[in-house]
């Protein structure tokens, strides 16, 4: 089986989103979603630019490319990420996890509208799989008695749900728009700082517009502003250069079913983190997703 290097890249950020997931649930929650994300973005940009300047990386962008690289920015980070976040904190990850796998439907859907593309019954069949496998695995993954933070809920489910589907079609719309810029070979750093300082601004402009809920809940300790620019690092630096590199050369649609299996990742670090294997139900779903994996790359 010949496995093609974008789908590696896929499954590369999607192991950083699943290590972000972790590092983000606590600091997200002191915070509160737009001021977790605004914090994360501005210290992301700050990360990135000077590398973009000292590589040379940013001669690869034209000035045709920057102002659909700031609507990918704006539409899969300032509004998808945003809502990511404030779904986590009403639903907890692994509920929020569920129904951001979504964006793997999405995304198959839309670049097969949008694009043209086709994935074939093999892939096709291999990506229902792996979405289901997801979803067994998150849903029915844990234990009766578990507790943590993780299996926090918060009263306002429904907002949560509905946030959560908005930021996995975001996320699928985001990558939908930044398809054939990548293909045009832009460097995929250059193009995630673009698309990152495009939030931030975003972002600033919110929270000078004096829109309440853009304020933090509470002032962003050393230790957490820490924790925000790991986050930030792996799931926004490495993470979503990852998916921008898999874009040049992989269907939209396959690089959101091999980047949708996060929360299946996320089991084992979750094993670790908590000293307590996942319950039944998450193995099955995992096996699942293996399988179904493994029909997509050797399609």
């Not at 940009?45 to 045709?64: D, F, I």
């Not at 908590?274 to 995992?286: H, L």
Request: proline letters at 3%; glycine letters at 10%; a positive charge.
């Amino acid at each position: 089986m010949l496995v093609s290097a974008h789908d590696l890249l896929a499954l590369g950020a999607a192991c950083c989103w699943a290590v972000t997931g972790l590092i983000s649930s606590a600091p997200s929650k002191q915070l509160g979603s737009l001021a977790f994300t605004r914090w994360r973005m501005l210290l992301v940009a700050v990360m990135l630019w000077p590398a973009v300047l000292m590589l040379g990386s940013w001669r690869t962008l034209e000035v045709a490319h920057l102002g659909a690289l700031a609507v990918s920015g704006l539409v899969g980070i300032f509004i998808g990420d945003t809502a990511l976040f404030g779904a986590l904190n009403r639903l907890g990850p692994r509920r929020t996890s569920v129904i951001f796998a979504t964006h793997a439907l999405f995304s198959a859907v839309l670049g097969a509208l949008l694009l043209g593309e086709d994935m074939g019954l093999q892939a096709a069949l291999g990506s229902l799989l792996v979405v289901g496998g997801v979803m067994i695995a998150v849903m029915f993954g844990s234990h009766k008695d578990d507790d943590h933070a993780w299996e926090a809920v918060g009263s306002q489910w429904r907002s949560g749900v509905a946030l959560a589907l908005l930021a996995a079609l975001c996320q699928a719309v985001g990558s939908l728009i930044a398809k054939p810029i990548m293909a045009q070979g832009v460097d995929p750093v250059a193009a995630t700082t673009v698309r990152v300082s495009a939030t931030c601004l975003a972002q600033f402009a919110l929270l000078w517009s004096g829109f309440q809920a853009a304020h933090a809940q509470r002032a962003a300790t050393p230790a957490i502003l820490a924790r925000i620019a790991l986050s930030g690092f792996i799931g926004m630096g490495v993470g979503m250069s990852l998916i921008l590199l898999a874009l040049q050369h992989g269907d939209v649609g396959t690089v959101g079913i091999l980047s949708s299996v996060t929360p299946v990742m996320v089991l084992p670090l979750m094993w670790v983190y908590f000293r307590r294997a996942p319950a039944s139900g998450a193995w099955a779903g995992a096996l699942l997703t293996v399988a179904g994996t493994s029909m997509v790359l050797a399609r």
